[in-house]
């Protein structure tokens, strides 16, 4: 299983931005899929996270009411947008898969992406 995420870029305050992460290797209906992010010298921190089916999210409660998570089954691919940026959002972000449990465990995810960074300038 190999992962893959882009979408990344350099975007100001306010602004959207929108990740994508595509798996292969088994279908994506396969995972409970999840984003993490980490800064540099902190520990990295759950983010998002979407059900095999689709149907149950779970999201930071720093990025509630702002950040979307959901798949496309078709495409083999989760997305993840990030409305009204913060400079505080600003940290790499990495997809993930699990086929195991349901949480917002980075300890419970066993594939992971090679990470795409997020710079929000104030």
């Known amino acids: 299983v190999q992962l893959q995420a882009s979408g990344g870029g350099l975007v100001q305050t306010g602004d959207s931005l929108r990740l994508s992460c595509a798996i292969s290797?088994?279908?994506?209906?396969?995972?409970?899929m999840g984003w993490f992010r980490q800064v540099p010298g902190k520990e990295r921190e759950f983010v998002a996270a979407v059900s095999w089916s689709g149907t149950n999210t779970n999201y930071a409660d720093s990025v509630k009411g702002r950040f979307i998570v959901w798949k496309d089954d078709a495409e083999n691919t989760m997305h993840l947008q990030m409305n009204s940026l913060k400079p505080e959002d600003t940290a790499i972000y990495y997809c993930?898969?699990?086929?195991?449990?349901?949480?917002?465990?980075?300890?419970?995810?066993?594939?992971w992406g090679q990470g795409t960074l997020v710079t929000v300038s104030s």
């Open positions: 993930a898969a699990s086929d195991r449990t349901w949480g917002t465990d980075e300890r419970s995810f066993d594939y």
């Open positions: 290797g088994r279908p994506i209906t396969s995972y409970i």
